[in-house]
């Protein structure tokens, strides 16, 4: 069981999109629609903004879109804010009720 | 409002046994719609999926930590915990605590984390 791969850093100005991509395997990402990201600011908990790879909760932005091809997640932010800035998580089911997840992301907003 | 918090020492020595709770306020940890886990991060690296239990007491842990971890349930107190044995530096790293919410199959709730470093 090995960790999705993310890219180390994306970056943006404010009002651009980006997209943070999370590879896998036919094992995990590829096997079921069961990934979601998250948005972590460090010293903070960790904040779901997608789950089931393209949902979003009640609560997040509308921004924030996910997709799912084969074995790569994706995670779309639109319209960049300064308060974008921070990790991004991907995590997939991985059968037999165990999770794995990404490497992580750091977003800067320039 | 669902809060969940770490709690248990911050530093431990090699080859002991780093054992760590989480509170559960705001809400039931019987409820049979949810799972409770632990994740840890390394310092720079990424998130590392632990393991999970049911309020039933039923564990699920990630392959590359089974030989060393064991987690429980109290729900008497509305807590669960991670015992980890046999701790190296490896195992130094900020541990959180979430809830994974079966209908969403995702972790909607987490703790803020704490950092367990593990050094003689």
């Known amino acids: 069981q090995s960790a999705l791969t993310q890219p180390a850093s994306v970056s943006g100005s404010p009002g651009q999109s980006i997209t943070i991509f999370c590879t896998g395997t036919?094992?995990?990402?590829?096997?079921?629609?069961?990934v979601s990201w998250y948005q972590h600011h460090p010293g903070k908990a960790p904040k779901l903004m997608i789950y089931?790879?393209?949902k979003r909760p009640s609560g997040v932005s509308n921004g924030f879109s996910g997709s799912k091809t084969g074995n790569t997640a994706s995670l779309t932010i639109s319209g960049l804010q300064a308060e974008d800035e921070a990790d991004y998580f991907c995590c997939s089911y991985a059968g037999s009720s165990t999770w794995v997840f990404g490497g992580g992301t750091k977003l800067t907003v320039l | 409002q669902l809060q969940l918090q770490e709690s248990g020492p911050g530093l431990v020595k090699p080859s002991e046994t780093l054992s760590l709770t989480c509170t559960v306020s705001?809400?039931?940890?019987?409820?049979?719609?949810?799972?409770w886990g632990w994740i840890r991060q390394p310092p720079g690296k990424g998130l590392e999926w632990i393991g999970s239990i049911y309020y039933s007491g039923n564990t699920y842990y990630s392959p590359s930590l089974k030989s060393r971890v064991t987690i429980s349930v109290d729900t008497s107190k509305n807590q669960f915990s991670l015992k980890l044995k046999s701790v190296t530096a490896a195992d130094t790293a900020v541990y959180y605590c979430?809830?994974?919410?079966?209908?969403?199959?995702?972790?909607?709730?987490w703790g803020q984390g704490t950092l367990v470093t593990v050094s003689s």
């Open positions: 705001g809400g039931s940890i019987s409820s049979s719609s949810y799972y």
């Open positions: 036919s094992s995990d990402v590829g096997s079921y629609n069961l």
């Open positions: 979430a809830r994974l919410t079966t209908a969403i199959a995702a972790l909607d709730y």
């Open positions: 089931e790879a393209t």
